[in-house]
């Protein structure tokens, strides 16, 4: 089945950026709808932003619209969060999700979470 190879995040200083990646691995005829969720220490899973096929970006809140960038390439069938003078409030686990389907799936696929740690 699908699953997505993800990069990025780790330690980053109030202020810095950070470029978060997911790639789905596998056979993977299309992806429709790319989704970051993120999820802060304590509190619940929350959608962040969302981008899909054939309009581009769908949502990105104001709270972050300013700093934050959703991308995704369909021929290399990743996306990407590009992540812009954080501030200590963007700690949390992101996860990258997207509605896939191929000769092994078909339905939505999450990533395992990546780190992102603001602190100077």
């Known amino acids: 089945q699908v699953q997505f190879v993800e990069s990025g995040g780790g330690l980053v200083q109030p202020g810095g950026s950070t470029r978060l990646s997911c790639v789905a691995s596998?056979?993977?005829?299309?992806?429709?709808?790319m989704a970051w969720y993120r999820q802060a220490p304590g509190k619940e899973r929350k959608l962040l932003a969302t981008?899909?096929?054939?309009?581009?970006?769908?949502y990105i809140p104001d709270s972050v619209k300013d700093r934050f960038t959703i991308s995704r390439d369909d021929a290399e069938h990743s996306v990407t969060l590009q992540m812009n003078n954080v501030r200590l409030e963007d700690t949390a686990i992101y996860y990258c999700?997207?509605?896939?389907?191929?000769?092994?799936?078909?339905?939505?696929?999450w990533g395992q979470g990546i780190q992102v740690t603001v602190s100077s």
């Open positions: 981008i899909n096929q054939e309009h581009g970006v769908a």
């Open positions: 596998g056979s993977v005829d299309v992806i429709f709808g």
């Open positions: 999700h997207a509605y896939i389907r191929g000769p092994d799936t078909d339905g939505y696929v």
